[in-house]
Every structure is written in C-alpha cells, then in structure tokens.
C-alpha cells in the first residue's frame, strides 16, 4: 500500500453549493467529511485550491489557513482573482500567512492578460519561494500559461482538469484527442509544468456515467507527453460529488491500467515530493 497524496481539493466554509443549490457532502462540514474519507483510504496529504469568486466562499484564504495547523495533511494555495490588481507585498503576506503558492482562474481573455500583465517585481515572492501555481485555464489561455512558466522556472506550475479539453458526447478518437489536447501537450517541453488529472467527469457530457471513458485518450496523451512523473492524481472534492462518489474519482480506470511504480507517482508519489521541496 503506498501513500495516496491528493492534489484538487476546495473546502468552503459554509460548502460548495452544487448543481441542486446544496452541499453535495450530505451532512457536516467540508472538512470533517474529507477527513473522514481521507482516514478511510489512507491519504496522506491533499493540496487544498482557494476559490472566492461566485458567492461561494469571499474569505476562503483566510478560511484554509484557519484550518491548515489543526491539519497536518493540508497544505493551501491562495486564490488571486486575475483581474484584481495585486502587488508584490500582497502576495507575500498571503506567503507569510502559510499558503505555498497560489491559485489563477484564467478562463478568459480578460483573465488571461491581466496575469500576463504581471510584473517582475509582483512574481518575485513567488519565484523566491519555489511557489506552487495552480493553474485553472481555457485552452485558448495555456499559450499564455506557457510564457509564464517559461520565465518563472523555479514555481511548479499545475494545470488542473487535464487542461479543459471539453465535454464529449462519445470517446475521441486519437488525433481529435490530440487537436484538442494540443495547447496542453505543448506545455510538456517545460520542465517545471505539471498536470491534474481531475475533474475527469467534466469530458463526458453525461458526468453522472462513470466511468467516463470520453477521458481515456486525453490521460493516455498527457501520460505519454509529461510522463507518469509529472502528472498528478486529483479528486477534485467536493464539487466532484455532485456527479460522481469520492470512490469513484479516486478509482479511475484510466490510471489504474498503468505498472505499480507509474501508478504510485501519479496517486501520490509526485505531489508528495513537490509539497517536500517546499
């Protein structure tokens, strides 16, 4: 049995307020029920996203470093709204207060220039840092994406959902796989760019049908582009539950196929390693 590391989570104060308008966890908090499911498949530690946009949590920053000294398993990721304006000692205090990197959204093209826009001086801390940058991005926006991992070589950047290739009513075939993937795949030349693989139930235009086989050719790209050392298991908790059980999203055929030692770097092995150098 190795160690399970999981590098999507999002906890909310109040919970995530899914599909039907509710929390998809049933009863309690965010935390507690991931702790609870964290016990229960022996996962050692979990990269928890910041999100503050939607109505859904305005101080998740504070909020996850409220939580983060009573849990050992959790290391945080600071959400910076891309169009707010941000400056360098901003960024720090949010390094200060204990996140390790932090969190852009950049599924826009407002999005996308106003991180481009960034100065030196703002990306300083984060490059003094060796900063993990989670990276949420439209397709149109990794062009982007690769120009700042470029220039910021010693951030680990990390490309959730495999990129957001899109939902699909059958399974690609291979070369509509790879012209979808392709803004993704070129990413691979770079050594410090990782990415999810989460969120797999969004490639399927039917999330709820697991096992969501409309994933299978992108994991099998970005497997063969990043190699099983820079992908990363993730489950995506809790919005993943409006569609599928946590089980579920920790059992995915897709990485399961792979030989033991792939199987434990993509589960666990890598992002255990990355939160180590940190």
Sequence with gaps: MFALADSHIHLFRNGFAGRHGRSPVRSGSDVDAYESLREVHHIAAALVVGYEDDGIDPSNNSYLRELAPSHDWMTTLAYLRATDAHDAAGVERLLVAGHVGVSLYLMDELSTAAVSSWTPDLWKPLDDAAAIVSVNAAADSLSAVEVMARAHGTCAFLISHLGDP???????????????????????????????????????????????????????????????????????FSPCLDFISFEQALELDQIARLGDTDRERVMGGNLIELLRAR
């Design 166 to 236: 899109g939902s699909h009513a059958e399974v690609p075939s291979r070369a509509d796989a790879m012209k979808r993937l392709a803004p993704l795949l070129r990413l691979a030349a770079i050594p410090n760019v990782h990415v999810k693989i989460s969120g797999l139930y969004a490639t399927s235009d039917r999330p709820i049908r697991f096992p969501h086989p409309q994933a299978t050719p992108f994991v099998d790209l970005t497997l063969e582009a990043f190699g099983p050392e820079r992908c990363l298991w993730g489950s995506d």
